[in-house]
């Protein structure tokens, strides 16, 4: 409704407006569609309260998209080291298959090659058994040769070293589990002290996919929610990175064994036993290790220790 006044000498003539709306209930019912979630909701009319009201909902729309760009964008990229993580425990299964495959296959192998050398000393062997055991020997050969590069192709890359912020690397993954960690009902601690901020030699990427496994092993470690505490430390010349959660511990008789290919706790599909040996190896190759301290119902604390590399 519009009230339009003019005001004479003495007295002041007051005009109603028949076609005047009033504003509330149509800004009101913008307000309670943005609140439901649709973001292009606008209030008509050109009143000053809908002008208000649209002014406003603009600058939260525009924020808000804004904030989901940037969760999207560190979804994607924690996708992306999952899925690294995965070929890199897939690539590990391999190895370690291949590796007792070729254990199993390089016993007879040399007990055949052992028979074939006694054979070819023997100065009595006929020529035509001296030339088959020459084919068999050559056979051999070549099928250790087959095992070897098969094994060189799948062991783990060699790190790639360069100066590398370790508590901005542990700072930046924790930013991009931070929803999962809100919707495991997960706080985080993180102490990450200025002097551990000093570049050291390593490979980001590899040390990257050891903190996200930890965190991962830590998540599923604690179903009903929890707390995660992670710390960088300057350990002489090297570092160390540690990840405490609250979750249910390890049973003492499976803590020898944690490190071993294939070997999990977790239900069948959701581990592969591969993770902690893949981690072992990759501290191994930056002149450090992985070490767990775990006692049932009381959480665990694992601890990746990193030498100096040369880079």
Same mark, same amino acid.
């Given at each position: ?81 999952? !899925?690294? =993580?995965?070929? @890199?425990?897939?690539?590990?299964? %391999? +190895? /370690? #298959? ?6 199993? $296959? ?25 030339? !088959?055991? =020459?084919?068999? @020997?050559?056979?051999?050969?070549? %099928? +250790? /040769? #087959? ?6 192709? $799948? ?36 102490? %990450? ?119």
């Amino acid at each position: 409704m519009r009230i339009d006044c003019t005001r004479q000498p003495r007295q002041a003539t007051c005009h109603v407006s028949a076609n005047a709306r009033d504003p509330i209930p149509e800004v009101a019912d913008a307000i309670e569609r943005f609140g439901a979630g649709d973001l292009d909701a606008r209030a008509p009319g050109g009143s000053e309260l809908a002008r208000t009201f649209n002014r406003m909902a603009g600058r939260i729309r525009d924020r808000l998209r804004k904030a989901q760009d940037v969760l999207a964008a560190g979804q994607s990229e924690l996708q992306a080291h999952q !899925r690294q =993580l995965g070929r @890199a425990e897939r690539l590990a299964a %391999l +190895g /370690a #298959l291949a590796a007792r495959l070729a254990h199993e $296959l390089g016993t007879p192998l040399h007990s055949v090659a052992g028979h074939l050398d006694l054979m070819l000393a023997d100065d009595g062997l006929s020529t035509a058994l001296r030339e !088959r055991a =020459l084919v068999i @020997a050559g056979e051999v050969d070549r %099928l +250790g /040769a #087959l095992i070897r590069n098969h094994l060189k192709r $799948l062991r783990s890359p060699q790190p790639e070293i360069e100066a590398t912020d370790l508590s901005s690397l542990v700072g930046r993954i924790i930013d991009l589990m931070r929803p999962l960690l809100e919707v495991r009902s997960v706080s985080v601690e993180l102490d %990450l002290p200025p002097d551990a901020d000093e570049p050291f030699f390593c490979d980001p990427r590899q040390i990257e996919q050891v903190v996200l496994n930890l965190v991962q092993n830590a998540l599923d470690a604690m179903p009903q929610g929890g707390s995660l505490i992670l710390r960088t430390m300057v350990t002489g010349s090297g570092r160390a990175i540690s990840v405490a959660d609250s979750g249910c511990g390890v049973a003492p008789e499976h803590l020898d064994r944690v490190f071993e290919p294939f070997f999990t706790t977790k239900g069948a599909g959701h581990g592969t036993g591969l993770g902690l040996p893949l981690c072992r190896e990759i501290a191994h190759n930056h002149g450090g290790d992985i070490v767990l301290d775990s006692k049932p119902g009381m959480g665990t604390v694992v601890t990746l220790t990193l030498g100096t590399v040369p880079a």
